[in-house]
């Protein structure tokens, strides 16, 4: 039995998809975590969406490979795919998920008549496996992943639409200079014979000639280029002024594509600087960069436990304990999350305080903390880490101390709160830090009621 004799994609179109996917990974890392600042959700670190993008976009293909199977065995026996590789009885799914994406989305675009609803169930089905996949890797509601999905794909598609445009030209211009090559031996050869003084001036006017044919075919290489570009934007420019047009065909396509040029250097050199400190490790630089302002350089943000002073008044019959330790509040860090939501004011820590755990906010209020108000932070992590470097514990580390840092992010519905507490136990331990992933305040603080 023959072989089957599947449609791929040409070796330089996979190269050129590979090459696409590739830059574009870290376009769509970065507008993951600008969808998730819009809607004031926890922003992961650089490195961890740039985990996710893939992870999510790897699983919706699978699902869109099983679907999109489940459709081809329904309708292999049609008559349109009956002659094809598709209807063969040894065509499975192995030689189906090979196929390139494009053909399988052909092959489901043939079905007759019921093609235009299978291929919007699919979507819809598909989308929905990569929302509960962002539900699993970024702990948000349904609803909410699905629309940061479709927002994030949409501009990735528009991103990656842009890329792709600006592959195709410059790919077309270093192919055109890749082929540029001229033997000059013959040339040698004549000029050896007619003496030094001749072969220089042969010599150069050679390279003259060579020059001006280079610059001449380069420049009709970028028209053609420049060409298929105006193809493929001609959908969107027919809907354009007629004064508009007729600057783009008097000469503005290259304002156009020189303002672009720009504008993705310029885009390229800010993400090449920020994905050089998700990546750099052990750098003191890097902690000062966490805050957008010049406070952690000036030290406005650093609180000196050691010179804070303890409570007026004595603790009540109900105490506030972390990890069974009675103790004292001393002081408050609040910032609220992303640059969204109501702004925070100190009065409010005691409302923060019960929802936390009911009665927490009045017994907090018996200690009088000392309650600031940090600037909107953009992650969990950054504010983690600016807490811990910022409030000074004046006992020496791995020995014992009444001082206890506790710190994690408090979701009030829509809104979110990144917490910070300095507490003074009783008695000296070795907890020192305390970090609160997700909801878990109540297996780090409690109440206890004596007589």
């Known amino acids: 039995m023959d072989p089957l004799s599947i449609p791929h994609l040409t070796t330089v179109q996979w190269t050129s998809m590979l090459t696409l996917l590739t830059v574009g990974l870290f376009a769509s890392a970065y507008i993951l975590r600008l969808c998730l600042s819009l809607f004031n959700e926890e922003i992961p670190s650089y490195r961890r969406a740039m985990f996710i993008v893939p992870a999510v976009a790897l699983g919706a293909y699978i699902a869109f490979d099983l679907f999109s199977y489940l459709v081809l065995l329904a309708f292999k026996d049609s008559v349109v795919f009956k002659r094809t590789v598709f209807g063969d009885p040894r065509f499975g799914f192995i030689l189906w998920v090979q196929t390139a994406l494009p053909i399988k989305w052909a092959v489901i675009s043939a079905i007759p008549m019921l093609g235009f609803w299978i291929r919007n169930s699919m979507l819809f089905m598909v989308i929905a496996v990569a929302g509960i996949l962002q539900v699993f890797f970024l702990t948000i509601p349904f609803r909410k992943a699905v629309m940061i999905f479709g927002l994030q794909w949409l501009v990735n598609l528009i991103v990656y639409f842009m890329l792709a445009n600006a592959l195709h030209f410059v790919g077309g211009i270093l192919e055109h200079k890749s082929s540029l090559h001229v033997d000059f031996s013959h040339y040698e050869k004549i000029t050896d014979e007619k003496g030094g003084e001749i072969k220089d001036k042969a010599t150069e006017m050679i390279h003259n000639i060579e020059e001006n044919k280079e610059l001449k075919e380069l420049k009709e290489k970028t028209e053609h280029v420049l060409n298929d570009l105006k193809e493929s934007l001609k959908p969107l420019t027919d809907h354009l002024p007629e004064p508009v047009n007729n600057f783009l065909k008097n000469g503005g396509w290259w304002l156009v594509l020189g303002f672009l040029v720009l504008i993705f250097i310029s885009w390229t050199r800010a993400m090449y600087f920020k994905i050089k400190r998700a990546f750099r490790k052990g750098n003191p630089e890097k902690k000062k960069r966490l805050i957008s302002s010049e406070k952690w350089v000036a030290g406005d943000l650093v609180e000196d436990l050691a010179s804070?002073?303890?409570?007026?008044?004595?603790?009540?019959?109900?105490?506030?304990?972390?990890?069974?330790?009675?103790?004292?509040?001393?002081?408050?860090?609040?910032?609220?999350?992303?640059?969204?939501?109501?702004?925070?004011?100190?009065?409010?820590?005691?409302?923060?305080?019960?929802?936390?755990?009911?009665?927490?906010?009045?017994?907090?209020?018996?200690?009088?903390?000392?309650?600031?108000?940090?600037?909107?932070?953009?992650?969990?992590?950054?504010?983690?880490?600016?807490?811990?470097?910022?409030?000074?514990?004046?006992?020496?580390?791995?020995?014992?101390?009444?001082?206890?840092?506790?710190?994690?992010?408090?979701?009030?519905?829509?809104?979110?709160?990144?917490?910070?507490?300095?507490?003074?136990?009783?008695?000296?331990?070795l907890v020192r830090s305390v970090l609160i992933q997700k909801d878990q305040w109540l297996d780090v603080l409690r109440i206890e009621t004596s007589e």
């Open 308 to 429: 804070m002073t303890a409570p007026i008044n004595r603790p009540g019959n109900s105490r506030i304990t972390i990890k069974g330790l009675p103790a004292r509040i001393y002081l408050i860090i609040m910032a609220k999350a992303g640059g969204s939501g109501p702004n925070l004011n100190e009065n409010q820590f005691k409302t923060i305080l019960d929802y936390i755990l009911p009665g927490l906010g009045s017994v907090g209020v018996r200690d009088y903390p000392r309650v600031r108000i940090w600037e909107p932070q953009y992650s969990p992590e950054g504010f983690n880490t600016m807490f811990s470097q910022n409030i000074r514990i004046p006992d020496p580390k791995d020995t014992k101390s009444k001082w206890i840092l506790v710190s994690g992010a408090v979701k009030m519905g829509q809104d979110k709160v990144y917490l910070g507490f300095a507490f003074s136990a009783d008695e000296a331990n």
